[in-house]
């Protein structure tokens, strides 16, 4: 029985999966979303409830698939047409020049080209293509054959669920399209904080995350991870031409698939050494995890010339970065207490080189990390390294358990101070509530003194934490009245560097309230928070008097920064402390309100930002934050957000790499924002 309105729904759902397809892949591929989310969700529900009511309409190519099947008993495993080779590494500059004269002598030549792309830490899959139709997606495995994941794949919104014809309209009637699935680094952190909340497991990096979501036995638990792809060559293919591997890549971008942008091409060997020093720079920076950069010949005939070994391709090699975990044994574990009096548990290792610097010592966080990783005096653990910050221990490596390691207490005394510790309800911190502990007072004065703060100059850490033990700083404002005499008394000081000191601390006692708010230290008020308050009260006399409920007002600030901020300046000893501050010699500069303040006599010192009531499109990737955090940041100053640009718009937001758009704004004479700017007017905002 058909109904009879059957060939119009079937119309429907055709336009519904391909307009739905057409959006996934601006949002997800592109980047470049054009409609909002709402109305992407509304499409996709109907286009279920179609499919629901008529199943032949529920083709393996609908997006419909990307929410995920029954779930697996098991994975069914098949062969890859052709095996994944893998790649030799390199780790340093030499390996690769001598990789690059290898491949030079095989081809008699040195007029050679590479293509360089970030190596993602991630897991690499392949992806088959009959047709034009995804029809199997098989994990890389041993090389030769792989599991079967093409449910799970399906889920991945920047895999394409068919190929998008290019101008001519031939597509490759077989393709296998190799890649690496990923999760980018903050979708990693907020996935780990929710399955903290739920009491699961925690993924130890991205990659672990991106793999165990990959290998679910239901298809509907990998839609809700936030998986993503970059593809980086072929596997078998039919009816695809390409004659370098660059042009390969641009083939595949314009068949729907997800490149990564940061590949360069046509590189000499120089180039390909300079190229990598710049990864190791911005590898921060990139919003996923990279080990390295994988280097391969361009040409496809030089390619072919080289061949294959056993497991890798002569033409291409890895170059790591040095790596960044590496496991060692925690000897003890200590207490630091911090400037707000919270006990920090620190893990003093056996000193290991990780990525050419030594490491001592790593952050444990609190006692409820210790006992939800299970860490012991005496474990063999993994330690890693990012960027500039604290090394962090991930796990025991519980299989090195001797039994000889020991659970660690945490102590019910300070240990500086002994004075007795406290828990703080709902908070996972133990605290030293005595005021007056040194540890505390030590911590409170470095940052004061620090850069952002008074930024006393020569004032180091070791200089404080003798000045406090000899009972000659009690207070904040006993800074000022230090004297050459005293200083140069001290260990490692001469006539000359208390002579500094002395300097630097009288040419701080002028000082931005900015930097004051600052120093003080009040709990949840950092720099940000300083900045806001100074901007909402211009004085510290304003800010002494501020009600909780003002400063919970303000834009971006929240109650526990209003309590902290109200609670400071009613404790009479703070207002005393400031005032001899002030006696001693200290100038709070009133702060310099921005020039586009709103019109003067306005009881409410909100300002008028240059977004509100403006259109605004936002286009290219951002570096510093996301494009949906732009937006909101964007909306809550008053401007109107839309996907597409029009004579309506009233400004461009163009991050990295824009194209279309950019173009079209520029014709148009729409007002162009960069990212600098735009990060500095939601500043101002
Ligand atoms: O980003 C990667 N992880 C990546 C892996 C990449 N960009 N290119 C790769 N190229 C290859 C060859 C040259 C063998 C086609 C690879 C891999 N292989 C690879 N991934 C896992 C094993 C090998």
Partial sequence: MTDPNFNEIKQEALLLQEQLAEHNYNYHVLDDPVISDGEYDRMMKRLIEIEKQFPELSTPDSPTKRVGATPLTSFDTADHSTPMQSLDNAFNDQEIIDFHNRVAKLLETDEIRYTVEPKLDGLAVELRYEQGILTLALTRGDGTTGEVITDNSRTINSVPLKLTPPADGTIPGFLEVRGEVIINSRDFETLNKKRLEMDE????????????????LDSRVTAQRPLEIFVYGTGLARGLEADSHSGLLDTLKTLGFRINPEIRTGLTLTEVLDRFKELEGIRENLPYEIDGMVIKVDDIAHQTTLGVKAKSPRWAIAYKFPAMEETTVINDIKVQVGRTGTLTPVAILEPVSIGGVMVARASLHNMDEIERKDIRIKDTVLVKRAGDVIPKVVKPVTAKRTGDEKVFIMPDRCPVCDSPVRRLENEAAVKCINASCQAQLKQRIKHFVSKAGFDMDGLGAKLVDQLVDREILHSFADLFTLDKTTLAAMDRMG?????????????????????????????????????????????LKALETATIGEINDIDGMGPKTAASVVMFFENQENLAMIEDMVKNGVVIEEHQALV??????????????VFSGKTVVLTGSLVTMTRSEAKKR??????????????????????????????????????VMDEEELTEQLNKG
Avoid: W, Y
């Fill in 495 to 539: 006539d000359k560097s208390a002579a500094n000191v002395v300097r630097a601390i009288e040419n701080s006692k002028r000082v931005p309230l900015k930097r004051f708010l600052f120093a003080l230290g009040m709990d949840h008020t950092g720099e940000s928070a300083a900045l806001l308050l100074c901007e909402r009260f211009l004085t």
């Fill in 596 to 609: 586009n303040n709103q019109a003067e006599g306005e009881g409410e010192g909100k300002q008028e930002s």
């Fill in 634 to 671: 964007l909306q809550e100053l008053g401007a109107k957000v839309t996907g597409s640009v029009s004579a309506k718009t009233d400004i461009l937001v163009a991050g990295e790499s824009a194209g279309s758009k950019l173009t079209k704004a520029q014709s148009l004479g729409v007002a």
């Fill in 201 to 216: 497991p925690l993924f130890a990096n991205p990659r672990n995350a991106a793999a165990g979501s990959l290998r679910q």
